[in-house]
């Protein structure tokens, strides 16, 4: 069973900056992309950003580009979202997914993910 579980969410001021983190079990984390996805109260769920297996490549949404970073520790099979210069439109719960197939690359769409955890708030006042 794979098992996905964020953490780092919280509450900061904008402007401000958090780490999240998300733990992976049971799979194998190094052959598949990570990514992050947050939906905010009465929104979808969309992307934000995403690496792939070998940490070469990454991905992230406009709204983002230039203010998050992701990466990726293999020998901890661990992934983390670099959030800075933080805006009140970042508030959401944020999750993190693994790729539904390994060794791909540059996937950003909600069902090329199969594995999903199951979120941590962020929240971002003005």
């Known amino acids: 069973q794979v098992q996905l579980v964020e953490s780092g969410g919280g509450l900061v001021q904008a402007g401000g900056s958090l780490r999240l983190s998300c733990a992976v079990s049971?799979?194998?984390?190094?052959?598949?992309?990570m990514g992050w996805f947050r939906q905010a109260p009465g929104k979808e769920r969309e992307f934000v950003a995403t690496?792939?297996?070998?940490?070469?490549?990454?991905y992230y949404a406009d709204s983002v580009k230039g203010r998050f970073g992701i990466s990726r520790d293999n020998a901890k099979n661990t992934v983390y979202l670099q959030m800075n210069s933080l805006k009140p439109e970042d508030t959401a719960v944020y999750y993190c997914?693994?790729?539904?197939?390994?060794?791909?690359?540059?996937?950003?769409?909600?069902?090329?993910?199969?594995?999903w955890g199951r979120g941590t708030q962020v929240t971002v006042s003005s």
């Open positions: 049971g799979r194998t984390f190094s052959s598949v992309a």
């Open positions: 690496r792939s297996w070998s940490g070469d490549n990454t």
């Open positions: 997914a693994a790729d539904r197939l390994a060794l791909r690359t540059g996937r950003t769409g909600l069902a090329d993910f199969g594995s």
